[in-house]
């Protein structure tokens, strides 16, 4: 279900005072992504003419800190990233996927927006506690909140109906997810389920945002 809390509207001007800079202490549900991230692995199910293919990948993630955002009094924090896929094959990309994933600390609101090469962008949401297990997130196509806009190719030959993404946080610090991409193939009458799934393992630590850099600097100069 698409989050819609409803907002003080009595002034969208002013931002909150106070603002913690220092992003990696206020991700919530997301602290846990910031850093870098492998996985040889992951299983894809993409739509070809002759029928369904399943590919297994290698995906390489960069999830790194950005400064804390406000629309007004509305305030995030977030972490930018970068998915890039391989296959054991083929060392030429087979999904590139840029975006952020944002926090809104008083409401639990949590977003992913996409950008895929493809000629799609996407905005996804979910409610999510700060300590949650799992965050799931999702968009339609047509609303204007929470949605889902592509080519006028994609939209007469790969109309993509849905996203939903699911990640969920494991003890030993690794995560996995499971995209649902609902795609409806010119000239079939079923949606057709494009699913792709992964575990990632951490290769590199999370670095501060860049604020927080340069609030460091200014202390120890
Ligand atoms: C791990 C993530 C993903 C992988 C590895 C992946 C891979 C693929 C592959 C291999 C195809 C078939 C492409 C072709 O034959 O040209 C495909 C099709 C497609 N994917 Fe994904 N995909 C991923 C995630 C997504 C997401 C998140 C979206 C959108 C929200 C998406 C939207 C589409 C669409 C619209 C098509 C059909 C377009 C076309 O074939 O030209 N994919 N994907």
């Known amino acids: 279900m698409t989050p819609s809390p409803m907002y003080a509207l009595a002034d969208v001007f002013t931002e909150p005072g106070n603002v913690d800079p220092e992003t990696l202490n206020n991700l919530g549900p997301l602290r846990q992504l910031a850093g870098r991230w492998r996985a040889r692995k992951g299983v894809d199910l993409n739509p070809k003419a002759e029928g369904p293919e399943r590919r297994v990948f290698i995906e390489n993630i960069d999830f790194q800190a950005i400064d804390p955002q406000a629309n007004g009094p509305q305030l995030l924090y977030g972490l930018r990233y970068h998915i890039h896929i391989t296959t054991e094959e083929e060392d030429i990309t087979f999904h590139d996927q840029v975006g952020y994933w944002l926090w809104e600390p008083?409401?639990?609101?949590?977003?992913?927006?996409?950008?895929?090469?493809?000629?799609?962008?996407?905005?996804?949401?979910?409610?999510?506690?700060?300590?949650?297990?799992?965050?799931?997130?999702?968009?339609?196509?047509?609303?204007?909140?929470?949605?889902?806009?592509?080519?006028?190719?994609?939209?007469?030959?790969?109309r993509t109906d849905s996203y939903k993404i699911t990640i969920t946080f494991h003890p030993d610090g690794s995560w996995s997810y499971v995209t649902d991409t609902e795609l409806l193939v010119h000239g079939r009458d079923t949606p057709f389920a494009h699913q792709d799934r992964n575990t990632l393992h951490r290769v590199g630590e999370a670095k501060p945002n860049p604020l927080a850099v340069i609030l460091a600097k200014r202390k120890s100069g």
């Not at 905005?123 to 949605?147: F, K, M």
């Open 106 to 158: 008083a409401t639990g609101l949590v977003m992913q927006t996409i950008a895929i090469p493809r000629g799609q962008v996407v905005l996804a949401a979910g409610q999510a506690s700060p300590d949650a297990g799992e965050i799931v997130v999702t968009a339609t196509r047509g609303p204007t909140e929470y949605g889902i806009c592509s080519t006028t190719f994609l939209e007469q030959a790969f």
